[in-house]
Structure formats: structure tokens, C-alpha cells
């Protein structure tokens, strides 16, 4: 991945432009986030915008294929911050991820759970996040859904 350009950045316009990507042609699935208008990050905004719409795409793709799936899709972000880190927790209502793929979703070619997916797009994502001081792992799944969350340090 390119060297990230770090800077302040004003994190709410950089998430909502990465999910309306992330949600292109999922018009069933509905997106919320909760953070401060005000809240900062030192991240490089591009890196940022690639691993949300990553990951908004990719919740997107396991709620629109679940079969049987009678309620409707719901993705949410949540952002949070104390003094040194800004959290922010990507979570969705789909089938979640089993066991045997959540082992090795950050390892290229190895964590594509989708017929159409190469399998590169949370290495890379890992990646970016790591190059901006930090990091990106999968907090929590199950039959409800998967909660991704994303740590950069925060901004004076």
C-alpha cells in the first residue's frame, strides 16, 4: 500500500463518503453512524476512506447473499475517542463470519468469504491501518452479525 499521508482529520465526512461507496447498488441496507461531528484523527483520510467502504461493501455483500434472510440489513458505525485513540466499530446485522474463515481474514487470497471477492481486500485494509499507526481486527461474530473495529490514534 502507499505511504500513508498523515494529518488531523475530521473523521464523520470521510465515513459517510466511504459507506454511500460501500452501499453503491445495496439500496436495502440501511446505514447509521454515531460520532461526533468534531471528532478527530491523525490518519491519512484516503486510507481511512478505503478500509470503511472495505469493510461497509463487505457487510453489504454477507446481508444482500444471506439466504432466507427475513429482516431487513443494518449497518452501523460507531465512533469513539479517549485520549490517545479514536475507535471506530463497524458493525452489521448479517450472517456473521464462521469460525474456520475468521481465523485467516487478514491473510491475502485466504480471507475472501465471497464468490466474487480476491481475498485481499482486509490484508490490505489491515495494512493501511497499520501504516497509520494502527489497526484493524475483527472484534466480534456470530449468528447476528460481525463487528469490525478500526483504531487510529487521535488528534490533539
Given amino acids: 500500500p502507499p505511504e500513508p499521508k ?4 475530521a473523521l464523520a465526512p470521510v465515513i459517510e463518503e466511504a459507506a454511500t461507496e460501500g452501499l453503491a447498488g445495496r439500496p436495502g441496507v440501511a446505514w447509521s453512524l454515531e ?9 491519512d483520510p484516503e486510507h481511512v476512506h478505503r478500509i470503511i467502504a472495505n469493510l461497509v461493501r463487505n457487510a453489504a455483500r454477507a446481508i444482500a447473499d444471506q ?25 452489521d446485522n448479517g450472517p456473521g463470519l464462521p469460525a474456520s474463515m475468521a481465523n485467516r481474514l487478514f491473510q491475502p487470497f485466504a480471507g475472501s ?6 481475498g485481499l481486500g482486509l ?3 489491515r495494512e493501511l491501518a497499520r501504516g497509520m499507526k494502527g489497526e484493524l481486527e475483527l472484534t ?12 487510529v490514534p487521535a488528534a490533539d
Avoid: H, M, W, Y
Avoid at 140 to 151: E, M, P, W
Fill in 6 to 9: 498523515l494529518q488531523k482529520v
Fill in 35 to 43: 460520532a461526533p461531528r468534531d471528532i478527530k484523527a491523525v490518519a
Fill in 67 to 91: 439466504p432466507g434472510r427475513k429482516q431487513p440489513g443494518c449497518i452501523k458505525a460507531r465512533v469513539r475517542s479517549d485520549n490517545a485513540c479514536v475507535r471506530i466499530e463497524v458493525s
Fill in 113 to 118: 468469504g465471497s464468490r466474487d471477492g480476491s
Fill in 123 to 125: 490484508a490490505i485494509a
Fill in 140 to 151: 466480534s461474530t456470530s449468528g447476528d452479525g460481525a463487528v469490525f473495529t478500526l483504531r
